[in-house]
């Protein structure tokens, strides 16, 4: 019984630690593509190898990708106008997308509205602006 559990939870790392590779490219690809937003990304990696890897977990919050996005947030608990930009900009853009496939479906579209407002919110009145 025991060997069944211990093969159990080397899927389970796989499967976190393939999470967290996927995710954490489509954040670097953020840091290019203003259209994928890095943050969100960077922190469901951090999730998944916390859960799969301490090793690589450590790694990640040493490395310099994090500490110039998440953990420059983390640090100073702000963010730049320039990053709220960004960050506002690409929420506009996948909104956008979104809602043009989903042009037909209201509640989808409300939904989204609900979030797309909620950002504005939290970017204009929630997180500080750091100089």
Not at 20 to 38: C, D, E, H, K, Q
Not at 83 to 88: G, M, Q
Request: with cysteine; aromatic share 10%; glycine share 4%.
């Amino acid at each position: 019984m025991k060997t069944t559990e211990q093969h159990s939870n080397v899927v389970v790392r796989y499967i976190f630690l393939t999470i967290s590779a996927i995710s954490f490219a489509l954040g670097t690809a953020g840091i290019v593509l203003p259209i994928l937003p890095t943050v969100p990304f960077y922190m469901l990696t951090l999730f998944c190898l916390a859960r799969g890897s301490e090793r690589f977990h450590r790694m990640f919050l040493e490395s310099s990708l994090y500490q110039k996005t998440v953990g420059a947030y983390e640090r100073d608990k702000a963010l730049t106008l320039r990053a709220k930009l960004s960050i506002l900009t690409s929420i506009t853009a996948i909104m956008i997308i979104g809602g043009y496939f989903s042009r037909n479906i209201p509640i989808a579209l409300i939904i989204m509205s609900i979030v797309w407002i909620a950002h504005i919110i939290a970017l204009a009145f929630i997180v500080k602006t750091k100089k």
